[in-house]
C-alpha cells in the first residue's frame, strides 16, 4: 500500500505543489475505489457521484497538511464513510449495495462480458445477502486484490481480524452459493 | 477457498464493474481543474530545511522523523559544525601564547590529544606529547619575558603560570619515563636539551632586566627550577637508555648511548665550570665597587660600606661553594669517564646524575650572588648610567662572558664630578 511510486507522487504534491501529480494518483486508484463503490451503491450514477467526492474529499485532506501514511488506504476510508452518509441519507430505503435493478439501461457504459452472466447474476446475489463487513472483505481481496494489511487499515481492524473475516464470508458465501 | 469461486470473483473484476473510459477521463479533468484552483499562484517560499523534513514524513512516518531522525540530524549537524570550527580554530591558536585570545583553544587541542593518546593506551606517545608541550611553555615563556623587557612592563602573572605549567609537564614526563622504550627516552633527551637552553636565555633575560620585586626574584627562583628539572629528566633519558640496552634493547646502538653518556658528561662539567666563573666574576665587581667606595672619602652614600662589605663577604663564599663543587664535579667527572672506559654506562650515568646535583647546587649558589649583587649596586651607585654600566658587567659575567669594567666605570659611578 504504501510503495515508492505512490511516495514519491505523493512528495510531489504536497511538497512542491504539482497538480499532475494527483492526476496520476487518481489514474492509479480510480477503478478500484469506483469497484469498491459500486458493489455498495444501486447505481453506476452513484458509484461516480461518490468517486468524484472520494477524490476531491482527499485532496482536500492532503492540503490541511495532515500525516498520509497511505494514500489509497485514505481513499478507501473515505468511500466507506461517504457511503455510510449516503445510507442515512436514504434511510428509508435497505441496503441495496448490489441491487438487481441495476441499471441496466447503462449497457453501453458497462460491458458484461462475462462468460456466463447467469453465473455472474447468481454471484452479485448472493454477495448482496452478506452482511456489510464479509461483503467489503470480499470484495477488497478477492475482486481489488489488495493486501490483508491493506484491507486491515481501511476497515479499521487487525490482519488476525480481517483473516478471521474472510474465512467467515467465504464460508458464508458458499453457503448462499449452494442454497 | 474454492478455486471456481476464486475465478468468479476475479471474472467479476474484470468484467462489468468498471468505470466507463469517458467518465474517467472527464471525470479526471474536472477534477484537475478544480484542484488547481485552490493552488497558489506561485509557491510558497518554503525553506529547504523544512522540505526535507516535511519530505521525511512522507516516506517515514511522522514521529519517527520528529522524534528521531530530525533530532539526530541536527546533532549531527551541529557536531560537524563545531568539529570544522575548532579544527580551524586550532590551527589558527597554535602560533599563540598566553594571554591571547584562542590561547586557551591551543591549550585544548593539547589535551585532547592527550587524552585521545592515553585512551589508546600508547604511553610513548603521551610522553612524546609532554615533553612536546613542555618545550611549548619553555619558547612561550621566552616569549613572554621577551615582551616583557621591550615594553619595560614587569612580567606578567601569565609568565609564572607558564613555567608551573612547563614544570608540570616536565613531571609528567619524569614520572613516565621508567615505562618507556629506549627510543621515546632519545626523543626526551633531546627536547630537554632544547627546553634547558631556551630557560637558560629565559633566566639571563630576567636577569638583565633585573626585576628585584619579590616577584621578579621568584620568577627567576622558578625558572631555575624548571631549568634543573630539564637537566634532571635529560640525564634520566640516558639512564633509561643504558638500563634498557643492559637488559638486551638494541633499539639504540651502544655507541649512540656512549655519545649520549659523554655527551651528558660534557653538559655537567660545563655547567660546573660557568657557576664558579660567575662566582669569582661576581665577586670581583663588587670588590672593585668597594675599593672605589673606600677611597671616596667624604662622598660616600651613608652605609654604602657596611652593605658593599656585606654583599662582598657573600661573593667570597659563592665563591668558595663553587670552588669546592667544581673540584668535587671534577673527581665524579674522571670517576664517571673511566667508567664509560670499561663500557659500564649503567654506574658512569649514575656519576653523572650525582654531579649533576652538585652543579646544580653550585647554580643556585651563583645565581643568588648575582642577584644580591643587582639588588645592592644600584643603592650605593647614585649616577644610574654608571650603574647601568656595571649591571651590564655583572649580566655579563652571570651569563659566562668576560668582565670589562674598569675602575673609571666605578669611579664616574661614586663621583660624577671627578
Known amino acids: 500500500m504504501s510503495d515508492i511510486p505512490e511516495k514519491i507522487l505523493l512528495y510531489k504534491l504536497q511538497i512542491e505543489g504539482d497538480a499532475d501529480a494527483y492526476g496520476k494518483l487518481y489514474d492509479r486508484y480510480v477503478k478500484q475505489i469506483y469497484r469498491f463503490v459500486y458493489f455498495k ?30 494514500f489509497s488506504g485514505l481513499l478507501y476510508r473515505i ?100 442454497n | 477457498m474454492p478455486n471456481d469461486l476464486f475465478r468468479q470473483l476475479k471474472s467479476l473484476r474484470r468484467a462489468a464493474v468498471d468505470p466507463a473510459a469517458s467518465w474517467v477521463a472527464d471525470n479526471r479533468s474536472i477534477l484537475l481543474s478544480q484542484i488547481k484552483n485552490t493552488l497558489p499562484k506561485s509557491a510558497p517560499a518554503v525553506r529547504r530545511a523544512d522540505k526535507v523534513w516535511a519530505g521525511l514524513e512522507i516516506f517515514l512516518p511522522r514521529k519517527i522523523v520528529t522524534a528521531v531522525v530530525r533530532p539526530v540530524a541536527i546533532i549531527l549537524i551541529i557536531v560537524m559544525s563545531a568539529g570544522t570550527a575548532l579544527a580551524a580554530m586550532a590551527r589558527a591558536a597554535s602560533n599563540t601564547i598566553p ?23 600508547d604511553q610513548g606517545a603521551v ?45 609528567a614526563v619524569s614520572n613516565n619515563l621508567n615505562d618507556n622504550t629506549s627510543a621515546v627516552a632519545k626523543t626526551v633527551n633531546q627536547n630537554s636539551q632544547e627546553i634547558s637552553s ?47 640496552q643492559a637488559q638486551g634493547d638494541t633499539s639504540v646502538s651502544k655507541d649512540d648511548a656512549k655519545q649520549m653518556v659523554a655527551d651528558s658528561l660534557q653538559t655537567v662539567a660545563t655547567a660546573a665550570a660557568k657557576s664558579q666563573q660567575v662566582a669569582a666574576g661576581v665577586h670581583t665587581v663588587v670588590e672593585q665597587a668597594k675599593d672605589v667606595i673606600k677611597k671616596s672619602d667624604g662622598k660616600q652614600i651613608p652605609g654604602a660600606i657596611t652593605t658593599i662589605t656585606t654583599v662582598d663577604n657573600q661573593t667570597v663564599a659563592a665563591v668558595l661553594k663553587t670552588e669546592q663543587v667544581s673540584a668535587q664535579v671534577g673527581q665524579q667527572i674522571s670517576e664517571a669517564k673511566a667508567l664509560v672506559g670499561q ?5 658512569a650515568v649514575s656519576k653523572i646524575q650525582q654531579a649533576n646535583q652538585a652543579t646544580q647546587e653550585a647554580e643556585r649558589v651563583s645565581d643568588a650572588a648575582v642577584q644580591k649583587a643587582q639588588q645592592v649596586l644600584p643603592t650605593v651607585a ?9 649591571l651590564l658587567n ?13 675602575p673609571s666605570i666605578i669611579g664616574q659611578m661614586i663621583s660624577p664630578r671627578q
Not at chain 1, 60 to 69: R, S
Not at chain 2, 382 to 390: E, G, R, Y
Not at chain 2, 394 to 406: A, D, H, I, Q
Request: glycine share 4%.
Open chain 1, 41 to 70: 451503491v444501486s447505481t453506476h450514477e452513484e458509484a461516480e457521484d461518490i468517486t468524484s467526492e472520494v477524490f476531491l474529499k482527499a485532496w482536500n485532506y492532503l492540503q490541511e497538511k495532515k500525516e498520509v501514511t497511505s
Open chain 1, 79 to 178: 468511500a466507506r464513510n461517504s457511503i455510510i452518509d449516503l445510507y442515512r441519507a436514504r434511510s428509508a430505503k435497505p441496503e441495496t449495495a448490489l441491487g438487481e435493478s441495476d441499471d441496466q439501461g447503462d449497457e453501453g457504459k458497462w460491458q458484461f462480458a462475462i462468460e456466463n452472466k447467469i453465473e455472474a447474476q447468481k454471484l452479485l446475489r448472493a454477495l448482496k445477502k452478506l452482511k456489510q463487513e464479509y461483503r467489503e472483505v470480499i470484495t477488497l481481496r478477492y475482486i481489488d486484490e489488495l493486501e490483508i494489511s491493506e484491507i486491515a487499515v481501511i476497515i479499521g481492524k487487525g490482519n488476525i481480524a480481517v483473516r478471521v473475516a474472510l474465512h467467515r464470508a467465504v464460508k458464508k458465501l458458499q453457503e448462499l452459493l449452494l
Open chain 2, 99 to 121: 594571554d591571547d585570545t584562542l590561547y586557551p583553544i591551543k591549550r585544548f587541542t593539547e589535551q585532547a590529544q592527550v587524552t585521545v593518546a592515553a585512551m589508546i593506551g
Open chain 2, 127 to 171: 610522553t612524546k606529547l609532554h615533553v612536546e608541550f613542555a618545550k611549548q611553555r619553555a619558547f612561550e615563556t621566552k616569549q613572554l619575558v621577551q615582551i616583557a623587557a621591550v615594553t619595560g612592563a614587569a612580567p606578567a602573572p601569565s609568565i609564572a603560570a607558564t613555567v608551573a605549567d612547563l614544570k608540570s609537564e616536565m613531571s
Open chain 2, 198 to 244: 631556551v630557560l637558560q636565555d629565559v633566566k639571563n633575560n630576567l636577569i638583565l632586566n633585573a626585576s628585584n620585586t619579590p616577584a621578579g626574584l621568584n620568577l627567576t627562583r622558578q625558572v631555575s627550577s624548571a631549568t634543573s628539572l630539564a637537566k634532571d629528566i635529560g640525564i634520566k633519558a640516558v639512564a633509561v637508555i643504558v638500563n634498557n
Open chain 2, 343 to 347: 663500557d659500564n654506562l649503567v654506574q
Open chain 2, 382 to 390: 647614585p649616577d644610574s648610567a654608571a650603574s647601568s654600566s656595571l
Open chain 2, 394 to 406: 655583572l649580566n655579563n659575567v652571570s651569563n659566562g662572558g668576560f668582565m670589562s669594567s674598569t
